[in-house]
């Protein structure tokens, strides 16, 4: 074997391993980025979970920038940032939006009642047609939507008021100012 | 108390491997032989302080004694006392103390059994084992101490095991794919005590090749079980899924056998020298690779350990000394290593050599794919990507088929070179007969599937040259029974593993291609008709298990009016972590596995269930236990046995025999 | 182990879901196959590695009962796929798309077939017959010749 073809492995060797080490700067291997960034909101006809003969549609929430929230009542991670959303909505004023994932109508409502009602509009998504065309693929999810309907970011997890401020907050505001 | 001593053993034997290190090296470099000795010796020790150190943990774990970090993570009180056995190597920390005893039954096995080696050459190889260990021993000591206690707070119950652990095949896989992976070792360390001492020829091969032999049958072992175990335990009827760490240990395996393959080849006719040091260092490199990937928590898979990334940093180092100094030392000492080519293109060296490419290709096919996602990420500034069974099969299927004929013409070809009639002429009717036995396979199975058809024609051709070589062994005036009998050991391991091959395909094409699955709702009562089979559900039942409860169905399968069984899969609720979990019940059949899951309770007592028909998909455990068995029977030949003082020459001549008439 | 056991968690609370996945229904037997190939090939986004087929997460079920919407609504399987590759990208896909991304990916073991026919063929081309070398049954030969000498 030549000396040439020997360096072979050794370069494909050193390779590999500049990769494998690049791997640990990546992001959680679990984390998905949104492929809904910039796009506008998915068309839907949803009934709202607290009147069920009334239907929402994506355009009765355009005009003010929102947080859109994922949540179900079998969601323990919902539970706990429950708190952080109400609190964050009292302080800061944010219309939140809440989308009732997968989830049973009457516990929804009964989870409300017991815990406080952290939203401004709910809509029951009892099938998760809803959220399968926001690409969530796990509750919680918190998205920002602009003023016109289109998402801007989305936070995958608990939102807590660290969250809140770091990441969702300053994107509100600038949606807010462009208006 | 004992937890401590668990411990203080551990940083013995590393220090003891340490001195196995340092004292054979200064014995080699002044020539003092009592030094070098003592790496026979200190293999003792070692391995005796880490079986201590092993025994220690495990007590921990059947003591219950949660104020062991480790203990109160992966264990319960109400877990049956088996489990909090293997529950000790359930995690990262007590699996890398698994590997480290392993590493160190291996270094003494080695230390102990091999006599017929030239003293110097074996102190050396043992330097190299002892090294690994200590590198092994570091990371545990320093980064994954199994034996941390969280006093002064520490839980009163355990976090429990992971359910899907809780089982036989949880026991045994691990230890059994670790002899594997540290079995790559002793190879990996023949061939670099061999460019070390820059003693080249082909002895090394000679020796090397029963411990190569036994590491392979292990990881055959290891990997059939995993995928036994994923079938019946998961719940959904699959049985390999080109996880990455599945891939992990796929990817040595590929290497291994082609490892084995070339060591023949260099042992006999002195070729592919370079090519087989190459090779040894590639397995065990592959083992450590795979290592890495399962314990770093770079890449996404369900049976990856959750570790943090600081120590995946520290075996990213340890594998750039092992791997990168090794083929630093190949391209100092070996880069002129020419083998005299001196053989036909239809010498057996030649369909060896076609295979080993083959097998090297697939090895790095399935690294591109496992890493693939890896590297595009990192390049495209975050997009994530997928690669899995899609993927692997489309390319891993189209090399494994070339290797399958090859496989097949092989059996018949001789060393150097091999009569063109009978390679090719004599193929003509048995691919005649391969190609109608495998349409009746397809056939049986329910319809004419191509793929059935043809798989099945490779593993009768296969099977059908086997037959034909050994018809040429028992040739002769004397009865052809009593020659076959007396044929050596290596002839029928050499049989056994390609025959295991030929049960595999069959099994793999069977499972894949003629399988039915139906999700269904079945509510008490209910009967569901496939082909000729009847499934009745009767409804569940309430059951308690030692620590957890379950609602447990009963089917009911018969086939015309014959009841043949009764199925009880269940749907466990675990009380420590509170999680649910299927358990499938089977019924193995010769025609094909019944398998029946409960999904989701529905109203009105229904359940959804999901059914599957599996027919020949046995075969592929049953091959791959073959196949191990093939290896294992290789150890047990006569050459082998040979006294020390004749041993030389009397092995010598066993393998001249070999290459004479094999 | 902590996704583990969030996704078990969220498949404790199923008995009280008010909607529970229907189990899967099909009419036409071809429709049938194209579903469980489909949800073979597609990735549960929430899951640790493993298809649709075998998960029993919620985004899981939903989009199991996604793709079987779409199947009798008669779309095709490139379709399908095409809906769920605008919601969560490639990663959903098991099979990559032919991209320019992923060229050498597809490209690679064809290439490196190519590349071990080369290394075969030259070396049996290199192959050196030297005189001196006997094969074995010759060598045989010999030494019973040397014998009778």
């Known amino acids: 074997m030549a000396k040439q073809s020997v360096l072979v492995p050794v370069l494909v060797f050193a390779g590999l391993v500049i990769l494998l080490g690049f791997g640990f700067r990546l992001s959680d291997p679990s984390y998905l980025p949104s492929q809904k960034l910039g796009e506008p909101l998915p068309e839907f006809r949803l009934p709202n979970l607290l009147d069920e003969s009334q239907w929402l549609t994506e355009a009765d929430f355009l005009g003010e920038p929102f947080l859109l929230n994922v949540w179900a009542t079998w969601c323990p991670s919902c539970l706990a940032e429950h708190d952080a959303l109400t609190s964050i909505r009292q302080q800061h004023g944010v219309r939140i939006m809440g989308i009732n994932y997968s989830d049973d109508p009457i516990k929804a409502r009964r989870w409300l009642q017991d815990l406080g009602d952290p939203y401004d509009y709910h809509v029951i998504d009892a099938k998760g047609t809803l959220a399968v065309d926001l690409g969530v693929y796990g509750a919680p999810e918190t998205f920002v939507v602009g003023a016109d309907g289109t998402i801007l970011y989305r936070h995958v997890g608990v939102v807590t008021e660290a969250v809140f401020e770091e990441t969702l907050a300053n994107r509100l505001l600038s949606a807010a100012d462009q208006l | 108390m004992i937890v401590e001593l668990g411990h203080f053993c551990l940083v013995i034997a590393c220090l003891l491997a340490v001195l196995q290190v340092?004292?054979?090296?200064?014995?080699?470099?002044?020539?003092?032989?009592?030094?070098?000795?003592?790496?026979?010796?200190?293999?003792?020790?070692?391995?005796?302080?880490?079986?201590?150190?092993?025994?220690?943990?495990?007590?921990?774990?059947?003591?219950?004694?949660?104020?062991?970090?480790?203990?109160?993570?992966?264990?319960?009180?109400?877990?049956?006392?088996?489990?909090?056995?293997?529950?000790?190597?359930?995690?990262?920390?007590?699996?890398?103390?698994?590997?480290?005893?392993?590493?160190?039954?291996?270094?003494?096995?080695?230390?102990?059994?091999?006599?017929?080696?030239?003293?110097?050459?074996?102190?050396?190889?043992?330097?190299?084992?002892?090294?690994?260990?200590?590198?092994?021993?570091?990371?545990?000591?320093?980064?994954?101490?199994?034996?941390?206690?969280?006093?002064?707070?520490?839980?009163?119950?355990?976090?429990?095991?992971?359910?899907?652990?809780?089982?036989?095949?949880?026991?045994?896989?691990?230890?059994?794919?670790?002899?594997?992976?540290?079995?790559?070792?002793?190879?990996?360390?023949?061939?670099?005590?061999?460019?070390?001492?820059?003693?080249?020829?082909?002895?090394?091969?000679?020796?090397?090749?029963?411990?190569?032999?036994?590491?392979?049958?292990?990881?055959?072992?290891?990997?059939?079980?995993?995928?036994?175990?994923?079938?019946?335990?998961?719940?959904?009827?699959?049985?390999?899924?080109?996880?990455?760490?599945?891939?992990?240990?796929?990817?040595?395996?590929?290497?291994?056998?082609?490892?084995?393959?070339?060591?023949?080849?260099?042992?006999?006719?002195?070729?592919?020298?370079?090519?087989?040091?190459?090779?040894?260092?590639?397995?065990?490199?592959?083992?450590?690779?795979?290592?890495?990937?399962?314990?770093?928590?770079?890449?996404?898979?369900?049976?990856?350990?959750?570790?943090?990334?600081?120590?995946?940093?520290?075996?990213?180092?340890?594998?750039?000394?092992?791997?990168?100094?090794?083929?630093?030392?190949?391209?100092?000492?070996?880069?002129?290593?020419?083998?005299?080519?001196?053989?036909?293109?239809?010498?057996?060296?030649?369909?060896?050599?076609?295979?080993?490419?083959?097998?090297?290709?697939?090895?790095?096919?399935?690294?591109?794919?496992?890493?693939?996602?890896?590297?595009?990420?990192?390049?495209?500034?975050?997009?994530?990507?997928?690669?899995?069974?899609?993927?692997?099969?489309?390319?891993?299927v189209p090399l494994m088929l070339p290797m399958m004929v090859l496989m097949a013409f092989s059996q018949r070809s001789r060393w150097w070179s091999t009569d063109s009639s009978v390679l090719l002429k004599s193929q003509w009717p048995m691919l005649g007969a391969s190609g109608a036995l495998g349409a009746f396979v397809s056939w049986l199975l329910g319809g004419l599937d191509l793929w059935v058809a043809g798989v099945g024609t490779l593993a009768f051709w296969l099977v059908l040259n086997l037959i034909g070589e050994l018809r040429r062994r028992v040739k002769g005036r004397s009865s052809p029974w009593q020659r076959l009998l007396k044929q050596p050991l290596s002839v029928w391991s050499m049989v056994l593993g390609h025959f295991g091959i030929a049960v595999v395909a069959l099994g793999v094409v069977a499972a894949v291609m003629v399988s039915e699955e139906t999700d269904l709702r079945m509510a008490p009562g209910d009967v569901e008709t496939m082909g000729q089979l009847k499934i009745s559900f009767f409804g569940t039942q309430a059951v308690e298990g030692p620590n957890y409860v379950a609602d447990q169905g009963r089917f009911e399968i018969r086939e015309g009016d014959e009841l043949l069984a009764v199925l009880k899969p269940e749907k466990r609720r675990y009380l420590a972590s509170q999680s649910v979990m299927t358990e499938a019940d089977i019924l193995v059949r010769f025609g094909g596995d019944i398998y029946v899951a409960l999904g989701e309770p529905l109203s009105e007592g229904a359940w959804a269930v999901r059914i599957h028909i599996k027919p020949l998909v046995r075969f592929i455990w049953i091959g791959g236990v073959l196949i191990a068995l093939s290896g294992f029977l290789s150890l047990l030949d006569k050459r082998y046995r040979a006294r020390r003082a004749t041993n030389d020459a009397k092995a010598v001549t066993e393998t001249q025999k070999e290459t004479v008439y094999g | 182990m902590n996704k583990w056991m969030l996704s078990f968690t969220l498949l404790l609370a199923l008995p009280s879901a008010a909607t529970p996945l229907s189990p899967v229904e099909f009419s036409d037997d071809k429709l049938k196959a194209r579903y469980y190939g489909l949800i073979a090939e597609l990735r549960c986004p929430q899951c640790l590695n493993t298809n649709l087929a075998g998960s029993d997460a919620m985004i899981a079920q939903n989009l199991r009962e996604t793709v079987r919407r779409l199947l009798l609504e008669g779309k095709s399987d490139a379709e399908v796929r095409a809906f769920l590759f605008e919601r969560y990208g490639d990663f959903i896909l098991y099979q990559p798309r032919w991209t320019a991304r992923t060229y050498l990916l597809w490209t690679a073991p064809g290439l490196l077939v190519v590349f071990g026919l080369w290394i075969l063929l030259r070396k049996n081309r290199l192959r050196q017959r030297s005189p001196a070398v006997l094969n074995p049954a010759e060598e045989a030969r010999l030494k019973r010749l040397l014998d009778k000498i």
Not at chain 2, 78 to 87: C, D, F, H, I, M
Not at chain 2, 143 to 167: A, Y
Not at chain 2, 205 to 223: D, M, Q, V, Y
Not at chain 2, 236 to 261: C, K, Q, R, Y
């Open chain 2, 22 to 396: 340092a004292m054979p090296s200064i014995g080699l470099s002044r020539g003092n032989l009592l030094l070098v000795e003592s790496a026979r010796s200190l293999a003792a020790g070692v391995f005796v302080f880490t079986l201590f150190s092993f025994g220690a943990l495990t007590l921990a774990f059947l003591e219950d004694d949660f104020s062991v970090a480790y203990v109160a993570r992966n264990s319960n009180t109400l877990l049956p006392w088996p489990y909090k056995v293997s529950a000790v190597w359930g995690a990262h920390e007590g699996s890398f103390l698994l590997w480290t005893l392993v590493m160190s039954v291996w270094t003494l096995l080695v230390a102990s059994f091999s006599k017929p080696l030239e003293q110097l050459f074996r102190a050396r190889v043992l330097v190299v084992m002892a090294a690994l260990g200590v590198g092994f021993y570091l990371f545990l000591l320093l980064t994954s101490n199994p034996f941390e206690r969280s006093l002064p707070f520490f839980p009163s119950e355990g976090s429990d095991l992971n359910p899907l652990l809780q089982d036989f095949g949880l026991i045994v896989h691990p230890p059994l794919l670790y002899m594997g992976y540290v079995g790559l070792s002793v190879p990996f360390a023949f061939a670099i005590a061999s460019l070390w001492s820059s003693q080249l020829d082909v002895s090394w091969a000679r020796w090397s090749r029963p411990w190569t032999n036994a590491a392979w049958a292990f990881l055959t072992l290891g990997i059939t079980l995993g995928s036994w175990w994923a079938y019946y335990e998961l719940g959904w009827g699959g049985w390999w899924f080109w996880d990455a760490v599945e891939n992990a240990s796929f990817m040595p395996w590929l290497i291994a056998t082609a490892l084995i393959h070339s060591l023949a080849a260099t042992e006999k006719r002195g070729v592919f020298k370079s090519w087989t040091v190459l090779l040894a260092v590639f397995g065990f490199s592959f083992s450590l690779l795979g290592a890495f990937l399962v314990r770093s928590g770079i890449l996404t898979s369900v049976h990856a350990f959750a570790v943090d990334p600081d120590r995946g940093q520290v075996i990213l180092a340890f594998l750039i000394v092992v791997i990168g100094g090794s083929l630093l030392l190949y391209s100092v000492r070996a880069w002129n290593l020419k083998s005299v080519v001196s053989f036909d293109r239809t010498g057996r060296e030649n369909f060896i050599l076609a295979n080993n490419v083959l097998l090297t290709i697939s090895a790095t096919v399935i690294l591109l794919g496992t890493l693939y996602p890896l590297a595009y990420e990192a390049l495209t500034g975050g997009d994530k990507i997928s690669v899995g069974p899609p993927y692997f099969n489309a390319v891993f």
